[in-house]
């Protein structure tokens, strides 16, 4: 711990760092952490994990003012592991870490300036901003966890733009060739950390095992099930899950091996988390590689490895006995032709919440019901607008112009988005185009109209409330 300490990490966060396996000695240590520590602004290239902004993060969470907040940003996949993070490395530090999903806990959380470290998505900090619940002036650093993996980044722009020259500025990401662009806009005259490593050339044979980050353990438990190797060996970045893996493997008594470092020989090797390419290199000459890939990782494997093989868990997949080669071969091209972003980072939340062959199964019948022509099953149509319901009327002696203010002003949405308002004794009805609907209702919630705090909802017939007739002519 000594010679992490000498990198100016109090000595909570050293010892923190110490539990989880990092070193003073690690080359990305010891240049990352006193850079960090002393407030400079970083680009860091690094694969797509939590785990490897641990030490960046003890360094800028060891510098943090009284009274100031440090901004951890990242896709809404990595939010409850950033967060875990977080929390891990501040057990002892007196930090408080609040992971915000939404809007109306961290808008009291940050009233009552209760919050040091704020873990949120670009979007829900930018609303919490324009609540006026987020000041800028109160942001000591900023974090920009890969934000290639963001949907988009509009929302980014406007808060960066807000911060102060001074503010303390740190980038992450796992593609060397966007880390330039994103330093340039966001993170100028950064130190770059890492990078010659990620642009090697991808190597294999791998099998990858779709997963999402919160059944990592239950996962490594089936997957090595379903091998039943004479040895396995289980890499970590870390030392953060040793805990829950030697729960769910009764280690003392099997042939498995879990390990940080360089991995022994073994018949298989699970990478648990995402391995650096030297890394893989390594866990290569060690046994047959297995890797882990929970949302958000599958464009950072596709770079680093090949071929890969899936690896499907017994689940879900067992109960599909149908097969078409003809299709099978049309998703192989375009999965080989690439690039497929977009469609990852539209899926990315669903992988969170549902087994990826469940996901799979449906958009191949909705994929196999267009394709049978008339009569068949389609997608269902998105509705071009929705309706949102806000929580203040003419009992509160509240006006359509009142919403049509704050909407504008407040929530910076274009006045020609806004359709017809219906005003009802205890509340308001406003169509909103479809795509603007969330946003909106995570904007809205905590502002006030005439002293009251506001409450919205996208409508979808609440009970309890009476169905909307037709609406009136706007006001």
């Keep these: ?5 000498g990198l100016h990490l109090t000595p909570a966060l050293a010892a923190a760092l110490e539990a989880l396996g990092w070193s003073g000695t690690d080359p990305e240590v010891k240049e990352a952490v006193p850079t960090a520590a002393r407030g400079h602004d970083l680009a860091l290239i690094v694969p797509a994990a939590p785990g490897y902004l641990a030490p960046v993060l003890g360094g800028i969470f ?9 901004l951890l940003l990242c896709p809404a996949v990595l939010l409850d592991e950033l967060g875990r993070l977080s929390t891990m490395l501040t057990r002892e530090t007196g930090h408080r870490v609040h992971l915000a999903h939404r809007t109306a806990r961290a808008s009291r959380q940050l009233g009552v300036k209760a919050v040091d470290i704020l873990v949120t998505t670009p979007d829900i900090a930018l609303s919490l901003h324009r609540q006026s619940k987020l000041p800028l002036e109160t942001v000591a650093a900023v974090f920009l966890a890969w934000p290639e993996s963001w949907d988009d980044e509009e929302g980014l722009s406007a808060l960066m733009q807000d911060l102060g020259k001074e503010t303390q500025r740190v980038v992450a990401s796992s593609a060397p060739a ?9 993170v100028r005259r950064a130190l770059t950390i890492g990078g010659p490593a990620m642009g090697q050339d991808p190597v294999g044979p791998v099998r990858v095992v779709a997963v999402p980050w919160v059944r990592r353990v239950t996962a490594l438990t089936g997957l090595l099930e379903l091998l039943d190797p004479a040895s396995a060996v289980v890499w970590t970045l870390d030392r953060s899950q040793h805990q829950a893996i030697a729960q769910a493997i009764p280690l003392a008594e099997s042939n498995v091996r879990v390990v940080v470092g360089d991995a022994p020989s073994a018949e298989v090797v699970v990478a648990f988390d995402p391995p650096s390419p030297t890394r893989l290199r390594q866990l290569l000459r060690a046994g047959e590689v297995v890797l882990l890939s929970p949302p958000g990782t599958e464009a950072y494997l596709a770079r680093i490895a090949a071929p890969r093989r899936p690896l499907p868990l017994p689940g879900a997949l067992d109960a599909v006995t149908t097969r078409a080669a003809a299709r099978r071969s049309a998703i192989v091209r375009a999965i080989e032709s690439g690039p497929i972003d977009l469609g990852l980072a539209t ?3 669903l992988f969170e919440r549902f087994e990826a062959p469940t996901v799979a199964a449906a958009l191949f019948e909705l994929w196999t019901g267009a394709a049978a022509g008339p009569g068949a099953t389609l997608p269902p ?6 309706k949102v319901y806000v929580g203040i009327g003419k009992k509160d002696g509240a006006t359509v112009n009142d919403l049509v203010a704050v909407l504008t002003k407040e929530v910076r949405l274009d006045r020609g988005k806004i359709g017809r308002v219906e005003l009802r004794e205890s509340y308001m009805l406003v169509e909103l185009p479809a795509q603007e609907a969330e946003r909106v209702v995570s904007a809205l919630n905590g502002t006030t109209i005439r002293r009251r705090r506001v409450t919205a909802r996208v409508d979808r017939g609440t009970p309890g409330r009476p169905p909307a007739r037709a609406p009136r002519p706007r006001r």
């Excluded at 711990?1 to 300490?5: G, I, K, R």
């Excluded at 149509?381 to 929705?386: E, K, L, M, Q």
Aim: no cysteine; charged share 20%.
């Design 1 to 5: 711990m000594a010679a992490l300490t």
């Design 62 to 70: 060891s510098r943090l003012p009284p009274g100031q907040i440090t």
């Design 178 to 186: 966007k880390i330039v662009d994103l330093a340039e806009r966001y």
């Design 347 to 349: 899926l990315a939340p």
């Design 381 to 386: 149509d998105i509705p071009a607008t929705a």
